[in-house]
């Protein structure tokens, strides 16, 4: 049980583009802080938060992983968090329950695409940011250019608070340009030190640069400044703060944490600067972050593993109590908790509750889903969740064995109840089973889980795509009779119809010109009936038939062997006959596409939507960035998102919106 206020608690993700060292970072927190005792490394497979099979086969980081430690007598709970786009839902469920972050970057890259992208799912949630240069000892490592980076690709004010010491391969340390002391590692020992002779002139003139940016920003480091000419180590400390809990400013620091080089200076300003629980805004109209205020905890993730289900919660308000009942205010359903635990990846260890400012897991709950709300019963209330990135990428998936299909049916309803950001759907007119998601990487780790995790042996291919076909030229005046006679009663109907093809979006019309009671009324509707249950498998390729009117013209009935069967009958073979005679063109489902690049890459999106047969319709610029506008066949669009990111250096994105049906080639 946690006996530390939550003034001394921090909650904060590693946030960054893949491959910035987010995940060593990480582990060089959670050694230097005592929560493992061996290093860690990403390339050997031996990472703590990187513990998923798959993770450690490639080298990234797939799922959110949360880690508690220990420093300077705070308590730190870590979410390191995924840096490959097609993973970037879990990134924004992950700073939804966030108090901070720290962004990492890489010295020599700088801001890269995907370190964009988390950094404005930051700013929809208004979580304050510390930046880290990281990667200071590789050939062209340059923090001024980071930081300009910074500055130029995020639109903040970066306030870089370190010098470092010696460059590239020759960087052994920082001078803290706050408290004006230097700090050096030698293997993975910290030695502090006056500020060395030959850059104290330099660390004299950041800090003084430092000095006015803050008293810039600040009025009351302002008044300090004009004042005294300078700010004390307090005021800048302070100043710090508040200018980072505001997101007005952002601290940046440096280092090499694969050497073992920056990572405590970086814990000492998580503490420093980064917000407690008690410093971010109330929820619920009005809950501040207090253990004996009524229970709030908001549901951000679900592990519905075969071994058993576990909700990982972030505690807002109150205590969450083992044995206690709580509320889905999303489904206004009561939930038992039966065990409250502390999550170290991926191991556990039994709480007794969950404090307001705690994040923690629980098992009990059987439905909940991620972003549901967890409230005391007699105090409801709905916070506001996450909300799921839409899909763009789609697979057939389908169990090798026909024994299978139950089974797999089961794994995929887990697999999106654990990432909602995966869609599964059965497809009407294909009759698949289509798997959904934020890229191809994305579905192909979805498919892998489904092999390892699940037993099950599946194929995963390109969907089918539901075609259609149309009517271009029809015949007018086809008479069929449908005359059966086979002992008893017979069946006889007559029918004259002509088939025109429609124009707009209409699928089918059916009128009847039909006087003098030729045919009767309800002969009418069997004819009609008869009709569509000839739409559903054209001539062409058996696909369904859209676009035709048809018009019953005259028709003979006879006194005993009429009847509703036959005229439906015959209403469908008649339009199967004329369908026959017909010409008809192939239809395939079109989409608008919407693409938001970089306005230097558009000439390259705009060949490749060549390529895919897409018809552009606008094109516009908005602030450096183009939005371009085009139809494209949905055939097409398989595999776009990877090659759109390729193309693009991450940084385009694209939304589809079914656009109707267009003539194939």
Same mark, same amino acid.
């Given at each position: 049980?946690?006996?530390?206020?939550?003034?001394?608690?921090?909650?904060?993700?590693?946030?960054?583009?893949?491959?910035?060292?987010?995940?060593?970072?990480?582990?060089?927190?959670?050694?230097?802080?005592?929560?493992?005792?061996?290093?860690?490394?990403?390339?050997?497979?031996?990472?703590?938060?990187?513990?998923?099979?798959?993770?450690?086969?490639?080298?990234?980081?797939?799922?959110?992983?949360?880690?508690?430690?220990?420093?300077?007598?705070?308590?730190?709970?870590?979410?390191?968090?995924?840096?490959?786009?097609?993973?970037?839902?879990? #990134? +924004?469920?992950?700073?939804?329950?966030?108090?901070?972050?720290?962004?990492?970057?890489?010295?020599?890259?700088?801001? +890269?695409?995907?370190?964009?992208?988390?950094?404005?799912?930051?700013?929809?949630? !208004?979580?304050?940011?510390?930046?880290?240069?990281?990667?200071?000892?590789?050939?062209?490592?340059?923090?001024?250019?980071?930081?300009?980076?910074?500055?130029?690709?995020?639109?903040?004010?970066?306030?870089?608070?370190?010098?470092?010491?010696?460059?590239?391969?020759?960087?052994?340390?920082?001078?803290?340009?706050?408290?004006?002391?230097?700090?050096?590692?030698?293997?993975?020992?910290?030695?502090?030190?006056? #500020?060395?002779?030959?850059?104290?002139?330099?660390?004299?003139?950041?800090?003084?640069?430092?000095?006015?940016?803050?008293?810039?920003?600040?009025?009351?480091?302002?008044?300090?400044?004009?004042?005294?000419?300078?700010?004390?180590?307090?005021?800048?400390?302070?100043?710090?703060?508040?200018?980072?809990?505001?997101?007005?400013?952002?601290?940046?620091?440096?280092?090499?944490?694969?050497?073992?080089?920056?990572?405590?200076?970086?814990?000492?300003?998580?503490?420093?600067?980064?917000?407690?629980?008690?410093?971010?805004?109330?929820?619920?109209? !009005?809950?501040?972050?207090?253990?004996?205020?009524?229970?709030?905890?908001?549901?951000?993730?679900?592990?519905?593993?075969?071994?058993?289900?576990?909700?990982?919660?972030?505690?807002?308000?109150?205590?969450?109590?083992?044995?206690?009942?709580?509320?889905?205010?999303?489904?206004?359903?009561?939930?038992?908790?039966?065990?409250?635990?502390?999550?170290?990846?991926?191991?556990?260890?039994?709480?007794?509750?969950?404090?307001?400012?705690?994040?923690?897991?629980v098992v009990g709950p059987k439905t909940v889903?991620?972003?549901?709300?967890?409230?005391?019963?007699?105090?409801?209330?709905?916070?506001?969740?996450?909300?799921?990135?839409?899909?763009?990428?789609?697979?057939?998936?389908?169990?090798?064995?026909?024994?299978?299909?139950?089974?797999?049916?089961?794994?995929?309803?887990?697999?999106?109840?654990?990432?909602?950001?995966?869609?599964?759907?059965?497809?009407? +007119?294909?009759?698949?089973?289509?798997?959904?998601?934020?890229?191809?990487?994305?579905?192909?780790?979805? #498919?892998?889980?489904?092999?390892?995790?699940?037993?099950?042996?599946?194929?995963?291919?390109?969907?089918?795509?539901?075609?259609?076909?149309?009517?271009?030229?029809?015949?007018?005046?086809?008479?069929?009779?449908?005359?059966?006679?086979?002992?008893?009663? %017979?069946?006889?109907?007559?029918?004259?119809?002509?088939?025109?093809?429609?124009? !707009?979006e209409e699928e089918f019309v059916f009128t009847?010109? #039909?006087?003098?009671?030729?045919?009767?009324?309800?002969?009418?509707?069997?004819?009609?009936?008869?009709?569509?249950?000839?739409?559903?498998?054209?001539?062409?390729?058996?696909?369904?038939?859209?676009?035709?009117?048809?018009?019953?013209?005259?028709?003979?009935?006879?006194?005993?062997?009429?009847?509703?069967?036959?005229?439906?009958?015959?209403?469908?073979?008649?339009?199967?006959?004329?369908?026959?005679?017909?010409?008809?063109?192939?239809?395939?489902?079109?989409?608008?596409?919407?693409?938001?690049?970089?306005?230097?890459?558009?000439?390259?999106?705009? =060949?490749?939507?060549?390529?895919?047969? =897409?018809?552009?319709?606008?094109?516009?610029?908005?602030?450096?960035?183009?939005?371009?506008?085009?139809?494209?066949?949905?055939? +097409?669009?398989?595999?776009?998102?990877?090659?759109?990111?390729?193309?693009?250096?991450?940084?385009?994105?694209?939304?589809?919106?079914?656009? %109707?049906?267009?003539?194939?080639?």
């Amino acid at each position: 049980m946690r006996s530390l206020p939550n003034t001394q608690v921090r909650n904060l993700g590693i946030l960054a583009h893949v491959d910035a060292g987010k995940t060593t970072v990480t582990e060089r927190i959670l050694f230097l802080t005592g929560a493992v005792h061996k290093r860690g490394e990403v390339h050997e497979g031996t990472t703590v938060t990187d513990f998923d099979p798959q993770e450690r086969e490639r080298g990234i980081t797939i799922s959110s992983a949360a880690v508690t430690c220990s420093w300077a007598g705070h308590r730190l709970t870590l979410i390191d968090t995924p840096g490959h786009v097609d993973f970037s839902d879990e #990134v +924004e469920r992950a700073l939804r329950v966030l108090d901070g972050a720290v962004a990492v970057f890489d010295a020599v890259a700088g801001v +890269e695409p995907q370190s964009e992208s988390v950094w404005r799912q930051a700013d929809r949630y !208004g979580v304050p940011r510390i930046a880290f240069v990281n990667k200071m000892d590789r050939a062209g490592a340059d923090l001024d250019a980071a930081v300009a980076s910074i500055r130029d690709r995020l639109g903040t004010v970066p306030l870089p608070v370190q010098l470092p010491l010696g460059r590239e391969d020759g960087f052994r340390g920082v001078v803290d340009l706050v408290r004006m002391r230097a700090y050096a590692w030698q293997d993975g020992v910290r030695a502090e030190t006056e #500020v060395p002779a030959d850059v104290r002139d330099e660390a004299v003139r950041r800090r003084r640069l430092l000095e006015e940016a803050v008293a810039e920003l600040h009025p009351d480091a302002l008044d300090e400044f004009c004042v005294t000419g300078s700010l004390t180590e307090g005021t800048l400390v302070r100043a710090l703060r508040e200018l980072t809990l505001a997101g007005t400013a952002v601290v940046v620091l440096c280092g090499a944490a694969y050497r073992d080089r920056g990572v405590e200076p970086l814990l000492d300003a998580v503490v420093a600067y980064l917000p407690a629980p008690a410093d971010r805004p109330p929820v619920g109209g !009005g809950r501040a972050a207090d253990p004996d205020a009524p229970l709030v905890a908001l549901a951000f993730k679900v592990s519905a593993a075969p071994t058993g289900r576990m909700t990982y919660v972030r505690v807002y308000a109150g205590t969450l109590r083992q044995g206690s009942a709580v509320l889905d205010a999303a489904t206004g359903r009561t939930e038992r908790i039966s065990r409250v635990l502390l999550v170290q990846a991926d191991r556990t260890v039994d709480v007794p509750v969950g404090l307001a400012g705690d994040i923690v897991a629980v098992v009990g709950p059987k439905t909940v889903r991620a972003g549901a709300t967890l409230c005391a019963p007699e105090a409801p209330v709905v916070l506001e969740p996450p909300v799921p990135a839409a899909p763009v990428v789609s697979v057939a998936v389908e169990a090798r064995r026909s024994t299978d299909t139950g089974r797999l049916a089961t794994a995929l309803a887990r697999l999106a109840e654990e990432d909602p950001s995966l869609v599964v759907r059965a497809d009407p +007119e294909t009759g698949q089973t289509v798997l959904s998601g934020l890229g191809e990487l994305h579905l192909e780790v979805a #498919v892998e889980k489904l092999r390892r995790e699940r037993g099950l042996e599946v194929t995963a291919g390109r969907p089918q795509v539901a075609y259609r076909e149309t009517v271009t030229k029809g015949v007018t005046g086809l008479l069929y009779r449908h005359v059966k006679q086979d002992g008893g009663a %017979g069946q006889f109907a007559h029918v004259v119809i002509d088939v025109q093809p429609l124009d !707009g979006e209409e699928e089918f019309v059916f009128t009847s010109t #039909v006087t003098g009671g030729r045919v009767p009324q309800e002969y009418v509707r069997a004819v009609e009936a008869g009709c569509r249950d000839a739409l559903v498998d054209g001539p062409l390729g058996g696909h369904p038939v859209t676009g035709v009117r048809v018009t019953l013209t005259d028709g003979a009935t006879h006194p005993k062997d009429s009847s509703e069967l036959a005229f439906r009958a015959a209403g469908r073979f008649a339009l199967r006959e004329a369908l026959r005679s017909s010409v008809l063109t192939l239809l395939e489902p079109v989409a608008d596409v919407t693409v938001t690049v970089p306005a230097d890459s558009v000439g390259t999106v705009l =060949g490749d939507l060549a390529s895919r047969r =897409g018809r552009v319709t606008d094109s516009e610029v908005r602030g450096g960035t183009s939005v371009v506008t085009a139809t494209v066949p949905l055939a +097409e669009l398989f595999g776009y998102a990877t090659r759109l990111r390729g193309r693009t250096q991450g940084r385009g994105t694209f939304t589809t919106r079914p656009a %109707g049906y267009a003539p194939a080639p």
